[in-house]
């Protein structure tokens, strides 16, 4: 087995250790008082952590985050997985013109959907709701194309054992094709929910009741009220804001390996 370079491990460590440099201390400032970091003492607590839940309603913002995100997630992998075997297997009229529709959505800013956005589902009723923040975000442009050309490295004659077993094109989706591009499918799916959970834009404009705040709101909405009354109260945000990565660092840790291996057999494709 060839031996690692010292070199080369010891500047990995470095370079993650610079990246990481910014979640560690804001995490060590979550556990000291504010009296304690304006004064430069060491004071361990974990008031911060039980008042941002507590009396700034972080739960409530946790559960909505944990709702959306896992909705958007779940709903858009099943619309861009099912467009990804479309045009990955099928020739229609039209096809080559509507994947062509879909890539271009990859160059169309994301802002410029707002306001169109806002005016259609505040003439449906669905603002302020959960639907209003999960519908927009259902359709995912690059997650369909980067299926597409993940399955389209899966050779036709699995699809076609199939079809000759009497298996319908759903059930050639669900138990050969998805089985094959799990790693794919869970790298996409990763990159929905951190999409989706850091999203602070749509959220903001499209909800105006507290009760549907997500955690990036609830965030900037801490930081604005000031808890500190005079001096920005950091540990209490830092808190807060730990609140809000740790699920995405769970999540990562879960699907990291997949979502490795489904990045680069899919960019080999």
């Known amino acids: 087995m060839k031996r690692e370079n010292p070199f080369l491990v010891a500047l990995a460590l470095l370079g993650g250790l610079v990246f990481l440099a910014p979640v560690l201390y804001s995490i060590w400032i979550s556990f000291q008082t504010a009296q304690a970091y304006y004064t430069g003492r060491l004071e361990f607590t974990l008031d911060n952590y039980m008042v941002a839940v507590g009396q700034y309603n972080f739960a409530r913002y946790l559960l909505n985050s944990v709702i959306v995100s896992g909705l958007v997630t779940i709903l858009g992998?099943?619309?861009?997985?099912?467009?990804?075997?479309?045009?990955?297997?099928?020739?229609?009229?039209?096809?080559?013109?509507?994947?062509?529709?879909?890539?271009?959505?990859?160059?169309?800013?994301?802002?410029?959907?707002?306001?169109?956005?806002?005016?259609?589902?505040?003439?449906?009723?669905?603002?302020?709701?959960?639907?209003?923040?999960?519908?927009?975000?259902?359709?995912?442009?690059?997650?369909?194309?980067?299926?597409?050309?993940?399955?389209?490295?899966?050779?036709?004659?699995?699809d076609e054992a199939a079809y000759m077993d009497g298996a319908t094109p759903l059930k050639v989706l669900w138990r050969v094709i998805v089985p094959i591009a799990r790693p794919a499918i869970l790298s996409m799916g990763l990159y929905i929910f951190l999409n989706e959970w850091n999203n602070y834009i749509w959220p903001l404009v499209a909800v105006g009741k507290e009760d549907l705040y997500t955690l990036q709101i609830g965030l900037a909405r801490l930081y604005r009220i000031n808890p500190g009354e005079g001096l920005i109260d950091w540990p209490l945000v830092m808190a807060a804001s730990t609140i809000t990565i740790l699920p995405v660092l769970l999540g990562f840790l879960l699907v990291e390996r997949h979502l490795v291996r489904g990045i680069t057999m899919g960019a080999v494709k």
């Open 77 to 158: 992998l099943t619309v861009a997985t099912l467009a990804a075997f479309a045009f990955a297997r099928y020739t229609f009229r039209g096809g080559n013109l509507l994947f062509g529709a879909v890539v271009a959505t990859l160059m169309i800013p994301s802002h410029i959907s707002l306001i169109p956005n806002y005016l259609t589902l505040a003439k449906a009723g669905l603002l302020d709701s959960y639907a209003g923040l999960i519908l927009p975000a259902i359709s995912n442009g690059f997650a369909a194309f980067f299926l597409r050309q993940y399955i389209r490295g899966i050779p036709r004659a699995l």
